[in-house]
């Protein structure tokens, strides 16, 4: 079974800094792209960013480039986003999810969500 | 960058009732739509992929349809489960973009 466990959330002041950790069991890791997914409170989803297999490519929304690095380690089956610069419009629940693919990409495998707190 | 219109913002409906909800891409998306049920507190759920490709377990009164640049997600005979946002999303290239989502209330 399919399972995505992510950590490392909690509150950091206005531009500081965050790890996020997403450990993941149940499924071939390193064949599979990973994403990264966000939920500010009481609003939408956004995403964040994705990763390929090897790290080779890497893509992410315009409002968090070059403050967040999304990264893995195959070989500890885990997706890290380390999030740096930190802003209030940052904080959200972060969901990691595995991404599959027929007749286009999709999130079907979620993890539970860390929260992300920004606050002075 | 890809934008999705999503429309209503909400809607009030009543157990039997069918409901339509539309995603507008900005661009050509070919059929990488992706729609999504959450309910408050829960994680997203994956009801379609591909504009019309129910995923395994999600009840046969959802669908998905495409015409051209334009999305719908239909349920028919809502049920009292159903009550819940949903959202769609577009993965034919990033950055990936939500559509606002919809809340579908009961009436």
């Not at chain 1, 206005?14 to 990973?34: K, Q, V």
Request: aromatic letters at 12%; charged letters at 20%; one cysteine or more.
């Amino acid at each position: 079974e399919v399972h995505l466990v992510e950590s490392g959330g909690g509150l950091v002041q206005p531009g500081g800094s965050l790890r996020l950790s997403c450990a993941a069991s149940g499924f071939a890791f390193s064949d599979y792209w990973m994403s990264w997914v966000r939920q500010a409170p009481g609003k939408g989803l956004e995403w964040v960013a994705n990763i390929k297999q090897d790290e080779s490519e890497k893509y992410y929304v315009d409002s968090v480039r070059g403050r967040f690095t999304i990264s893995r380690d195959n070989a500890k089956n885990s997706l890290y986003l380390q999030m740096n610069g930190l802003r209030a419009e940052d904080t959200a629940i972060y969901y990691c999810a595995r991404l599959d693919y027929d007749n286009g990409w999709y999130l079907y495998y979620w993890g539970q969500g860390t929260l992300v707190t920004v606050s002075s | 960058d890809i934008q999705m219109t999503q429309s209503p913002s909400s809607l009030s409906a009543s157990v039997g009732d069918r409901v339509t909800i539309t995603c507008r891409a900005s661009q050509r998306i070919s059929r990488s739509l992706n729609w999504y049920q959450q309910k408050p507190g829960k994680v997203p759920k994956l009801l379609i992929y591909g504009a019309s490709s129910l995923q395994g377990g999600v009840p046969s009164r959802f669908s998905g349809s495409e015409s051209g640049t334009d999305f719908a997600l239909t349920i028919s005979n809502l049920q009292p489960e159903d009550f819940a946002t949903y959202y769609c999303l577009q993965t034919y290239s990033a950055p990936w973009t939500f559509g606002q989502g919809t809340r579908v209330e009961i009436k």
